[in-house]
């Protein structure tokens, strides 16, 4: 698993960006632990619309986590 392989390099922070208007990958996101640290506005143009963007970060070797 992705997660595994990133605590096996000693990886710190796992960091995903998310559409806003994307709950489905929000709510997938969140169930793994991610938390949401960003919302950034109109940052991005797909399909004659301007979107919303949204960090999400999920610290890995941490006691605070257990995935």
Same mark, same amino acid.
């Given at each position: 698993?992705? !997660?595994?392989? =990133? ?8 960091? =995903?960006?998310? @559409? +806003?208007? %994307? *709950?489905? @990958?929000? %709510?997938?996101? *969140? +169930?793994? #632990? !991610? +938390? $949401?640290? =960003?919302?950034? /506005? $109109?940052?991005?143009? /797909? !399909? #004659?619309?301007?979107?919303?963007? /949204? !960090?999400? $970060?999920?610290?890995? %070797? @941490?006691? /605070?986590?257990?995935?």
């Amino acid at each position: 698993m992705l !997660f595994d392989r =990133a605590r096996g390099v000693t990886l710190r922070p796992m960091i =995903a960006g998310v @559409s +806003a208007d %994307n *709950q489905i @990958s929000i %709510n997938l996101h *969140q +169930a793994f #632990g !991610f +938390a $949401e640290v =960003a919302h950034f /506005k $109109e940052v991005g143009y /797909k !399909f #004659g619309r301007w979107l919303d963007l /949204k !960090f999400f $970060e999920l610290l890995l %070797n @941490s006691t /605070k986590n257990t995935i």
